[in-house]
T-cell receptor, first 112, second 114 residues
């Protein structure tokens, strides 16, 4: 699976949009981009995933560049409860390829 | 709807003792995963099951670790004998099926081996 690069930390003001970048320049055509987050003392939480089209759900939006070498997770109106470590993961969505490689992620702090 | 339930939440034991961690996956989920998280190594996949059958245990660190899934609603991860280096947070996760990448994690069991 392709490697990802994320900034180690970011701050965002409460109520503003939080934009978390992820670089995955070696991504292959059949690899999806997944985002998880881990709030302190909790298990990781699935947020969203996509292949090449932009995706949106009740939690966030995922914007993938046309060349698929980078993506951005957008939390449209950040709240204090969004403070967490956010992981960008790239993997082939194939039965049998079950390992999710969680890197060091981005520690997002929402500022009141 | 209940999520993945793990017990115990915290366990402190002495080196050499047997440790059993328990997990109840989300009802209807066919796949179950055990992960371990440490500061040094991050999140590591230990083993996963599909339809109660172990599929890949290549992440299990050594023979002291074993996992079972006797039925669709229960799994255990056992460490015997435990060692201080086994101290970590152990997470259980479940998903509807293999291949989705959409895992639902429990809150973890924090193990401290003295």
């Amino acid at each position: 699976d392709a490697k990802t690069t994320q900034p180690p930390s970011m701050d965002c003001a409460e109520g503003r949009a939080a934009n978390l970048p992820c670089n995955h320049s070696t991504i292959s055509g059949n690899e999806y981009v997944y985002w998880y987050r881990q709030i302190h003392s909790q298990g990781p939480q699935y947020i969203i995933h996509g292949l090449k089209n932009n995706e949106t759900n009740e939690m966030a939006s995922l914007i993938i560049t046309e060349d698929r070498k980078s993506s951005t997770l957008i939390l449209p109106h950040a709240t204090l409860r969004d403070t967490a470590v956010y992981y960008c993961i790239v993997r082939v969505a194939l039965r049998g390829n079950e390992k999710l490689t969680f890197g060091t992620g981005t520690r997002l702090t929402i500022i009141p | 709807d209940a999520g993945v339930i793990q017990s115990p939440r915290h366990e402190v034991t002495e080196m050499g003792q047997e440790v059993t961690l328990r997990c109840k996956p989300i009802s209807g989920h066919n796949s179950l995963f055990w992960y371990r998280q440490t500061m040094m190594r991050g999140l590591e996949l230990l083993i996963y099951f599909n339809n109660n059958v172990p599929i890949d245990d290549s992440g299990m660190p050594e023979d002291r670790f074993s996992a079972k899934m006797p039925n669709a609603s229960f799994s255990t991860l056992k460490i015997q004998p435990s060692e201080p280096r086994d101290s970590a947070v152990y997470f259980c996760a479940s998903s509807l099926s293999l291949g989705t990448g959409e895992l639902f994690f429990g809150e973890g069991s924090r193990l401290t081996v003295l």
